[in-house]
């Protein structure tokens, strides 16, 4: 629109002003949502006679619409008589659900009744019935007389309510898609563009929304746990503190982006600032930025002396603008000057400048309402979050007087949020007054910046240069220090300053570049765009920058120099198990059979179930108290480590397995001071590593992988780290136990600890293998002596004493790509890291540390990277990531090294039965799961026959992993560890154990499979993460303790996993304190 005369400056008034009160009322539907969501995940803990749960919003769902079945209802009436609380929860459900529908009858009616009257007395109607079913669901609640009438009537009800809910949906839509009325659909499409205008600030938003406030278990538990830590010491109210101070930031940069936006709509639709045309391109922003990638990629690492440039990436990142620029200057150049050639002839006919979409004066408004609107939902977010974080305490326990203010605080600035960003919206709004004094002129300048339409557009620019420039020094500042922020703001204010740099960092680019459009190269045939596509340009720089460098500089295993600190030997299977037979320590239990004296031996085998810092909490506390620690009866709190004979089960375990969190927790028990593991654990469970690997995230990886220059760490010397290796040194900084060395120099090698002899799991993204992070050598080239000549060259034992197997006696060559799938791999598709990966030569692995091995199996999706080893020797670079990709439980490990090690215990009991003596011991394995999960304990749903059609997907999707889950797993370890498999008929037979040890062994360990699970009871959900709170450990203790306190009978209980065979801690401590 050039020449267009340049319109007046907007009035007061002019600003689209949202709906007060219908933001409140969906604001506080929100928050009444969120509440009886935390309410329903509680009622739906309450186990009934038949291992079931019945959710409220089972009971009174949409679920109802299809299944009317008074089960539920039955139910909930037995439990209220067996817990006292489900009485109040029901009540305050009910109470709470009247409001939300007063709120939804008075919304929908501001909403339909003008216009739509049928659809809004459907839901009058719909809403009348729902009061119903408080009522009846209130006579439950109450125990009266008539519970057996309301348990029948209340299922039906509840489909009549969403039978009319739905009824008044279809009306709406079906006015909505009625021929000759688009006005909605315009609506829909300038609504939808407004948020593309915006989309910046949508994607800063959005992951804010998602963890705040999507209801549901793991993961979208973590930043409600992360903000109950919050009330936990005076760190977690600092932590808070920042958090806030980190969304105040957030709002105002999205107000102020989102009003630049806004200016730049106006713009296109009412005329060009100033002398009526379009300003010209800002050809040098792309060489100053090409030469300020050059001026940093050259004077960082040499101020900070990191080392790890890759000048490659840093080519493509500074020469993807340095190319634009030139290009844009060459192409103006020509344009500028006469056509003297057939080139710029060329470019005179064919280059020009494109035309902007054209906009009409209706864009306007949506644009800079929702602009507003993003900026306001800022603080409606944080509030949010705190409602969902801090309700589950309240309603369980009555909660903390913090978690009462905090509760009411962020329901307060939820709802608040909207009259009081309404009343500082307007007071932004500029005004027709003429500046008198000093504060006037420079609040006159700040309106100015902030009201789209200004008659010019200079200050808008300077704003977002000053912000591209700030966000840059930002981001370099904060990736630098991301240890220091990890522990002194949180994790939540590490994730939104992290957010708030990036978003800056693009959109500011974008505002920048907005007013004059796309540089000249954009201009050419075929490309013709009129702004510069800042976003795509970024995402195909990244592409490409990372093909032109090696992964292992981003995101190298930590470990020492092969060459100079080389991984020491390890021990083989065979000469830990000889080792853990000397051990004195170990427990113990003697019985008389068949005349002689025998001493069963107890052998630990442990699987952790990986799960975050839920699992490694629930790994070590499992393990301590089976080293002998107890806690209060109440689960409340932990009592002195067990001494001497008390503590003989820290000496019984030979090895263990597991995953992920698991696999942390087990690493933590192998170094920890015996029974001491728990508190190793609480160390790290804290802001410290997650806010650090936050930075890393978003920061540090982000910025070495696009612009190949390397951010230093305090403390790290000259060496790179990336996220993985953040969050590694903060748990080595806070507990001893994971700084220190994997390979211990252990001779004999006994493990002394709870753990044993570590076998963890990681996976390969580059073949699909299993990695095994072992001490131990897992192939073993000794066979026994009574059946070697059974065996070829090269091959291991089968479960019965017969060769089945191929091992590498002699060592195994390396295959090109790196597979498993060759016959002389220690299990199936799996390979022995530290053999494969250990020779002193540059790209193999030297000594590593504790929290290092870990995290191999621990290198959870986005929070964490895959790790790069290798080359080395022959064999390939390969990417190590989280071990729960291949088998999260563990168990699949002892399974697959069965061969190994039941042949062991195999050999071991066939030559003390054989022998002369009157007193001789065995040894009987027992293995321990350890699950952090929870459900574990409930009754499988009874599904019904299928129709047809769907038959083969309902098939595949419930029998394709059935043969891998944890089930089978736990089916094949107890066959693998019962009486008839340990050599115990050498005096009768090689195949038919002796009757009496077999029945001794069955009295003394009636299960050799104990299931260490969380019971299902009411309870603040432990979330799958790395940072876990004191109500959270509450949770796990409380679940420990119900463990202690349980044992298995198969006739009497109810527990699922007892009812299938499989003990429980307290059968395994039996057990191990009949040796005691």
């Known amino acids: 629109m050039a020449g267009a005369p340049v319109p007046p400056l907007p009035e007061r008034g002019s600003r689209p002003r949202f709906d007060i009160a219908t933001a409140c009322a969906l604001t506080g539907i929100t928050v009444l949502m969120v509440v009886l969501g935390e309410i329903n995940r509680l009622s739906g803990a309450v186990l009934d006679d038949r291992a079931r749960t019945w959710p409220f919003t089972d009971l009174m769902g949409p679920s109802r619409l299809l299944d009317h079945s008074p089960d539920g209802w039955r139910s909930v009436a037995q439990a209220l008589a067996q817990d006292g609380r489900l009485q109040g929860w029901l009540v305050g459900y009910l109470l709470l659900d009247l409001v939300l529908i007063v709120l939804y009858v008075t919304l929908l009616g501001r909403l339909l009744h003008p216009s739509l009257p049928s659809a809004y007395r459907i839901v009058l109607v719909a809403a009348a019935v729902d009061l119903t079913e408080n009522g009846l ?66 994607v800063a938003l959005l992951p804010l929304l998602t963890m705040s406030i999507l209801p549901g278990p793991d993961m979208l ?153 993003l900026a306001v939902l800022v603080p409606v977010v944080g509030g949010l979050g705190l409602v969902r974080s801090f309700a589950a305490p309240i309603v369980l326990d009555g909660g903390s007087a913090w978690s009462w203010v905090l509760l009411m605080l962020g329901a307060g600035v939820a709802l608040a949020a909207w009259p009081v960003g309404d009343a500082v919206l307007e007071r932004l709004e500029p005004t027709q007054h003429v500046p008198r004094t000093r504060s006037q002129r420079v609040w006159g300048r700040l309106t100015s910046i902030l009201s789209p339409g200004h008659p010019t557009t200079r200050r808008q620019t300077t704003v977002a240069a000053a912000l591209l420039a700030g966000s840059t020094l930002g981001l370099l500042v904060v990736g630098s220090l991301p240890a220091q922020l990890g522990a002194g703001v949180g994790v939540i204010a590490c994730v939104v300053l992290a ?32 702004v510069a596509p800042v976003v795509t340009l970024l995402v195909v720089t990244l592409l490409v920058a990372g093909t032109v460098g090696g992964s292992s500089d981003v995101h190298g295993v930590r470990s020492a120099d092969a060459r100079e600190r080389p991984l020491p030997a390890r021990a083989d299977l065979r000469t830990a198990f000889e080792a853990w037979l000397a051990d004195p320590g170990a427990c113990r239990h003697t019985v008389t059979a068949g005349g002689r004296e025998v001493t069963l031996r107890p052998m630990l085998l442990v699987a952790a179930e990986g799960g975050g810092v839920r699992g490694a909490y629930w790994t070590a506390a499992g393990l301590d108290v089976l080293s002998g620690r107890q806690m209060t009866s109440d689960g409340g709190s932990w009592l002195a480590p067990a001494t001497g004979d008390g503590a003989c089960g820290a000496r019984s375990t030979l090895l263990s397995g597991g995953a992920s969190g698991g696999a942390v927790g087990l690493a933590t028990t192998r170094f920890a001071p015996v029974g001491g593991a728990r508190e190793e654990v609480v160390r790290i469970t804290g802001a410290d590593a997650l806010g650090s690997g936050v930075v890393g995230l978003f920061v540090r990886d982000l910025v070495y992988s696009a612009a190949g220059v390397p951010l230093p760490v305090a403390g790290a010397g000259s060496r790179w780290v990336d996220r993985a290796g953040l969050m590694e040194r903060s748990w080595e900084h806070n507990t001893t136990a994971l700084a220190h060395l994997f390979l211990p120099d252990e001779t004999p090698p006994v493990a002394g600890s709870a753990s044993g002899h570590l076998v963890l799991t990681s996976t390969s993204a580059t073949t699909g293998c299993r990695m095994l992070v ?56 799996s390979v022995d890291l530290l053999a494969d990966y250990a020779a002193a030569e540059p790209g193999c692995l030297g000594e590593l540390s504790t929290a290092t091995a870990s995290m191999l199996t ?212 039996a057990v191990l304190g009949a040796g005691s």
């Open 221 to 373: 538990d973590q930043l409600p746990d992360i903000q109950r830590r919050w009330t936990d010491d005076p760190t977690g109210l600092a932590h808070g503190v920042a958090a806030s101070v980190a969304l105040a930031v957030l709002g105002v940069v999205v107000l102020v982006l989102g009003r630049m936006r806004s200016d730049f709509t106006w713009w296109r639709v009412h005329g060009w600032p100033e002398d009526g045309d379009r300003p010209q391109p800002l050809v040098w922003f792309w060489l100053i930025c090409a030469g300020a990638v050059l001026a940093i990629a050259v004077l960082l690492p040499a101020v900070t002396g990191t080392d790890g440039r890759s000048w490659p990436r840093v080519l493509v990142f500074a020469g993807v603008p340095a190319v634009i620029g030139a290009a844009s200057l060459l192409l103006r150049s020509w344009l500028s000057g006469p056509p003297t050639g057939p080139v710029t002839r060329w470019v005179h006919r064919q280059v020009r400048r494109p035309d902007a979409r054209v906009l009409r004066p209706e864009h306007v408004r949506p644009v800079r309402a929702v602009g507003d609107i």
């Open 499 to 530: 957010l708030t740099l990036l978003t800056t960092l693009v959109a500011g680019a974008v505002v920048l570049l907005q007013y004059g459009g796309s540089p000249h190269v954009f201009w050419l045939p075929g490309i013709r765009l009129s």
């Open 858 to 1069: 621990a290198r959870f999706p986005y929070v964490t990277p895959s790790g790069v080893i290798g080359p080395c020797g022959e064999w390939p670079v390969q990417q190590l990531v989280d071990g729960g990709y291949t088998e999260n439980t563990g168990l699949g490990t002892l399974v697959d090294l069965a061969p190994q090690w039941l042949v062991l215990v195999q050999e071991h009991n066939r030559a003390a039965l054989a022998g002369s003596e009157d007193a001789i011991e065995l040894v009987v394995p027992l293995v321990v799961y350890l699950d952090n999960g929870t459900g574990s304990d409930l009754a499988a749903p009874r599904n019904n026959l299928t129709n047809e059609l769907l038959v083969p997907p309902v098939a595949n999707s419930r029998a394709a992993k059935s043969q891998s889950d944890t089930g089978a797993l736990l089916q094949r370890v107890a066959a693998l560890t019962g009486p008839w498999r340990l050599g115990l008929g050498a005096t009768i037979g090689p195949d038919v154990p002796h009757p009496e040890i077999v029945e001794a062994i069955e009295q003394w360990r009636p299960h050799s499979v104990v299931v260490v699970n969380q019971t299902t009871f009411p309870s603040v959900t432990a979330p799958l993460g790395w940072v876990l709170s004191q109500d959270s450990m509450d949770t796990l203790d409380e679940a420990m303790q119900r463990q202690v306190e349980s044992r298995c009978d198969p006739a009497t209980t109810r527990d699922v996993l007892c009812a299938r065979g499989f003990g429980t801690l307290g059968d395994a401590l």
């Open 774 to 829: 072992s001490q131990l050598e897992l192939a073993d080239p000794e066979l026994p002596d009574d059946v070697a000549e059974n065996a070829a060259p090269g091959r291991t034992l089968g479960l019965g004493g017969t060769a089945d197997g191929d091992a590498a006696a002699e060592g195994p060559s390396a295959p090109a790509d790196g597979s498993c799938d060759a016959l002389d791999r220690p299990a199936p598709r």
């Open 137 to 202: 669901a209130l006579v439950v609640a109450l125990g009266t007389d008539h519970v057996p009438l309301a348990a029948e009537v209340l299922p039906w009800v509840s489909g009549a309510k969403w039978l009319g809910l739905l009824l008044a949906s279809v009306v709406v839509l079906r006015r909505l898609f009625r021929r000759g009325d688009p006005s909605w659909r315009r609506a829909v499409a300038r609504v939808l563009r407004a948020l593309y205008t915006h989309r910046f600030s949508v």
